[in-house]
């Protein structure tokens, strides 16, 4: 009712600094907009589109319709390297959380040398993964390595760790829930010192136990961080592969391998760019699919407020 | 001297105009090279490209160093792919398939400069996988067979004669078994033989089919023959090894930190490329010995290692400088001494002339083992999609050796995926 | 009985964090030790830098050093101006399509440069900036969660402060100038460290779009710097390792609480 008399000057007014806004906003934008489309957006097309394609050695690209899906679909490597993936992220991200848990509620306590302890829980953190990898070779190199030796000033045998399939995985999970532990400790840590004290205050005048007061009041209210920290840590499990190149290269027989690194290899190594295309479309395709996962049911609540 | 200088300029200009370039600007050429940088490897190859550079001013090389040979070939055609390759790289001499579907390189002999006589210099067995369709592709530089290592002192110890290696394939099962040594909790202390299976695992199989009298692949490079009954014999006589006789250690065995074993008496004896010689030589503590690998029905090695390869963007000029320097390099004393610093095989029968090559051997004749073994060596495995075709037959080699498959169910796996590739080339 | 349970959970809270110090611990070891004591543990080994020096020497890796500061004084400088610009024109300004190109930027948390390699290594040879360090930077220089993390604290700008110096006549850009940016630097910090951190570490990206020794930087150069297999051993290995974690370790154990405190803005958001 009131804008119909509005005269036609102010609107007129009003669409010129919508105008300016939006120029002004989209200037702003830029150069943001300009460098997702040319390195996010736009390699994703490019990558479904490339899928969809054959690129033979001679350079020549020609359509070939799901003839990549087929033959990724019937390669032993691919379903290898994709469970080896889910058992990978199986086991890092529950373990690491657990501890992070852990250590958090150990460093927020008035315990004797905390700063001490948040020091050594995140030391890992922030060293690269490749430093990282190389020590811990060293760590699990057959008879000499730190780990053999110390088995064997306890009576045990040694062991080829990273060459026996049945242990290499376990080895670089714990290497990796030794680096990543310490990052997740630090978000359940900013949660724990939201929970206000009145709360513990209270419950010990209720006569609660420490445990019973954790699992009732502690937990649910670290809820949606443990959520929060499973949902990176998920995603992380299928980005982490540096340490691939140092320790396994995969092996032995892929039993260590997984899809990043293994889309690396087929690029990079086997030079086809057709076939790790389509490997790619495979893991945007699980990204993805965390990721929608967390916006429907997770963000709901605290969706961009 | 000042007459000297000046003869110099002259030649020296003579060379530019012979080279076609017309100006006075020095050639650059960028070369790749599998080696890890900060080996003493990388230092040889710098102090060569420097004593090049002094006497060819024209010239400069720039030596690109990117890893293994693995690293090195992606590197090659990744930057390939991007528009910026080498102008001359050493890679896999197996890579040559895959190079020439890339269309990556030219032959060699059709580049003036390389004469018929330089390219009959070599031992042919060198050669061998560099010619394909009658031309001749690559020049053989750092090349290897692969040769048994043995602890002499460890040979005492067991009541063995360190003068005489194991020749056959059974006899290194019973002196391995000699070899083991066990500590009082009875863990092993020492094994028998350790022949490596990560990286390079294609290479030893071979080595041992061979010695069973089995090729594992055709002239063309299509066509693999990798579940062939002695092939599968070959990898069971491995498997055996481990699992079997106890002489070596079960899963697999890392090829990079094999020497270290060696070196440290974790192994009386092991499979390596002559490669390793002079890094053995120089780290042992104890008297080693080299032997050519034991017999099956025959003696027998593939032959290893990296050739040159000019690349087809590179210049004319550029090409002609290349082939310019790949003859500086092999030429026999470069050779000798090359072979020397490292163990690598020199490349020509006339560099094992020089003086002194005939010295070094007198006093370390161990260096002429891997070179007496070209005899009964084989060209090694190169097929198309040689990179992949390496990974799966590791993984065959690697899946059978850990026990997670038996070695004709791996080689039968490895024959039907190679086939899935290699049938584009058919 | 509570104060046990408080002495058997301290003891066990040090015994987990000296078992995550040990790798640490252990490296530091064998760098500064002769390598004859790499695998053997006896106090009275004489400590050397010669693992330092040979390492030093035997690879670039004074080089490898300048690149990779290189590359994370530039990429940290252009995520800053690219994500402030961003995130100031998504929490102050209303303009066609916003929420659609708010949630285009959001893709990039989910699906980050890292796992479009080989796409991205097109694009990057497409530009002709192979084996560059701009070329490492590139595919970062717009951060999402630059973005996200800055436009949350814009939002939170109480919006007196904008119109006290609309009203002193400050431009658009004087205000994100005078007003947001100083308001932010507790964000910026806590983004420059973690950012700063993830690219000093970065290693897949960096080891595809790199050849020479003028380009790599410290990650890369380590992982191609001597194997066993060509003779360089393990205590050199470990004083590379050491050198190329130094500093970001020094600058952690130095602002450690800044750290701390940084990772634990970031994350909350």
Redesign the interface.
């Given at each position: 009712m009131v804008s119909a008399v509005m005269s036609a000057v102010e609107s007129k007014a009003i669409r010129r600094r919508n105008w300016q806004t939006n120029i002004n906003a989209w200037l702003l934008l830029l150069p943001a907009v300009v460098l997702l489309a040319a390195f996010t957006h736009y390699p994703i097309l490019s990558t479904i589109y490339h899928s969809f394609h054959s690129l033979s050695r001679g350079g020549t690209s020609e359509f070939v319709g799901l003839e990549n899906y087929t033959f990724m679909l019937e390669d032993d490597v691919f379903w290898q390297v994709l469970r080896n993936n889910i058992i990978f992220a199986l086991a890092t991200v529950p373990t690491s959380i657990g501890l992070a848990l852990l250590m958090a509620v150990w460093v927020d306590k008035k315990m004797a040398g905390r700063s001490f302890l948040r020091l050594a829980f995140f030391t890992p953190t922030v060293l690269p993964m490749i430093a990282v990898a190389n020590i811990w070779l060293f760590f699990y190199t057959p008879g000499y390595g730190l780990l053999d030796q110390f088995l064997k000033s306890l009576g045990f045998s040694g062991h080829n760790w990273l060459g026996d399939p049945s242990t290499v995985m376990s080895c670089l999970a714990v290497m990796v829930v030794w680096k990543e532990a310490g990052f997740f400790m630090i978000f359940y840590l900013a949660a724990l010192q939201t929970i206000p004290p009145e709360l513990k205050e209270a419950a010990q005048v209720e006569g609660a136990s420490r445990w019973y007061f954790f699992r009732r009041v502690t937990l649910p209210l670290l809820m949606p961080t443990t959520l929060f920290i499973s949902i990176n840590a998920l995603i992380n499990s299928f980005k982490l592969v540096d340490q691939l190149v140092i320790m396994t290269k995969g092996g032995p027989n892929n039993a260590s391998s997984l899809l990043l690194y293994y889309i690396y290899e087929v690029a990079f190594t086997f030079q086809d760019t057709a076939f790790a295309a389509t490997l790619t479309v495979t893991l945007i395709a699980i990204l993805a699919g965390v990721a929608l996962t967390k916006f429907v049911y997770l963000d709901r609540r605290i969706h961009y407020q | 001297m000042k007459f000297k200088t000046k003869a110099l300029l002259t030649a020296g200009f003579m060379t530019l105009a012979s080279l076609g370039a017309g100006t006075a600007q020095a050639v650059d050429l960028t070369m790749?090279y599998p080696?890890?940088?900060?080996?003493?490897?990388?230092k040889v190859i710098d102090d060569m490209v420097q004593q090049f550079h002094k006497e060819n001013p024209d010239i400069k090389v720039e030596s690109?160093?990117?890893?293994?040979y693995?690293?090195t070939?992606?590197?090659a055609?990744?930057?390939m792919?991007?528009?910026?390759p080498p102008q001359l790289s050493v890679l896999f001499s197996t890579d040559l398939f895959?190079l020439m579907?890339?269309?990556a390189i030219v032959p060699i002999d059709e580049i003036p400069g390389a004469d018929k006589e330089w390219l009959n210099s070599f031992y042919p067995a060198f050669m061998e996988n560099g010619r394909v369709e009658g031309k001749t592709w690559s020049i053989p530089f750092q090349r290897s067979t692969i040769v048994l290592y043995y602890n002499k002192d460890a040979f005492k110890e067991a009541g063995l004669d360190p003068e005489k290696p194991p020749t056959t394939w059974a006899e290194m099962a019973e002196m391995s078994k000699k070899l083991v040594k066990k500590d009082a909790?009875?863990?092993?202390s020492r094994w028998g033989v350790e022949i490596p299976?990560?990286?390079y695992g294609y290479w030893m199989l071979q080595a041992l089919a061979i010695e069973n009298g089995q090729k594992l692949m055709n002239e063309a490079g299509n066509q693999v023959s990798f579940n062939a009954p002695k092939t599968v014999e070959a990898l069971q006589y491995w498997v055996d090894l481990a699992a079997k006789e106890g002489v070596m250690?079960?899963?697999?065995?890392?090829?990079?930190?094999l020497?270290?074993?060696f070196l440290?008496g974790?192994t009386a004896m092991m499979w390596h490329t002559t490669g390793?010689l002079t890094?053995v030589k120089e780290?042992a503590k104890f008297n080693f010995g080299v032997a050519m690998l034991p017999a099956k029905e025959r003696r027998g090695s593939p032959t290893g290692g990296g050739n040159f390869y000019v690349f087809k963007s590179a210049s004319p000029e550029q090409q002609q400088a290349a082939v310019k320097f790949i003859k500086w390099m092999t030429a026999p004393e470069r050779a000798a001494d090359w072979s020397i610093k490292t163990g690598y095989v020199a490349v020509t029968p006339a560099a094992y002339e020089t003086e002194v090559m005939k010295n070094y051997v007198k006093d370390f004749p161990q260096a002429l083992v891997a070179r007496d073994q070209l005899e009964h060596a084989v060209a090694e495995l190169s097929v198309h999609?040689n990179?992949?075709i390496y990974?799966i037959m590791?993984?065959?080699i690697?899946?059978a050796?850990?026990g997670?498959q038996t070695p004709q169910e791996a080689l039968d796996?490895a024959q039907k995926?190679s086939e899935r590739f290699l049938s584009r080339y058919k | 009985m509570r104060q046990k349970d408080h002495s058997v959970e301290t003891i066990a809270a040090w015994a987990l964090a000296l078992l995550w110090l040990l790798p640490l611990a252990y490296s530091l070891w064998s760098a500064f030790h002769p390598s004859e004591y790499a695998t053997r543990f006896d106090l009275t080994a004489p400590l050397t830098l010669d693992n330092f020096v040979r390492a030093w020497n035997q690879a670039p890796f004074a080089r490898y050093y300048l690149n990779t500061l290189m590359l994370v004084t530039m990429v940290l400088a252009c995520q800053l101006v690219i994500a402030t610009l961003a995130a100031y024109a998504f929490a102050r300004f209303k303009f066609f399509g916003r929420d659609v190109l708010f949630a285009l930027v959001l893709v990039q948390l989910m699906i980050m440069p890292d796992v479009l390699i080989v796409e991205n290594y097109r694009v990057i040879s497409g530009l002709n900036l192979l084996d560059t360090i701009p070329a490492i930077g590139l595919p970062y220089f717009a951060s999402a969660f630059g973005i996200f993390l800055l436009r949350q604290t814009f939002k939170g700008v109480p919006n007196e402060l904008v119109e006290a110096a609309r009203v002193e006549g400050a431009s658009s850009f004087g205000v994100l100038w005078r007003v947001f940016v100083p308001l932010g630097k507790t964000t910026y910090i806590a983004f420059g460290l973690v950012s700063v951190s993830y690219h000093w570490n970065n290693f897949l990206w960096p080891l595809i779009v790199t050849n020479s020794v003028e380009s790599r930087p410290l990650t890369v150069g380590l992982a191609v710097f001597g194997a066993p297999e060509t003779g360089v051993d393990w205590s050199v290995i470990t004083a590379a390792t050491v050198m190329t974690m130094a500093p970001l370790l020094l600058a952690f154990l130095l602002f450690q609480k800044q750290f701390v405190q940084s990772f634990m803005r970031a994350g909350i958001r």
């Open positions: - | 790749y080696v890890a940088v900060g080996g003493p490897v990388t690109v160093y990117a890893g293994n693995t690293d070939m992606t590197k055609m990744t930057a792919k991007g528009g910026q895959t579907d890339e269309k909790s009875g863990n092993v299976s990560t990286g250690p079960k899963g697999a065995v890392e090829w990079g930190t020497r270290t074993d440290e974790k390793n890094a780290a999609e990179g992949r990974k590791n993984d065959a690697q899946s050796l850990t997670a796996g995926q | -």
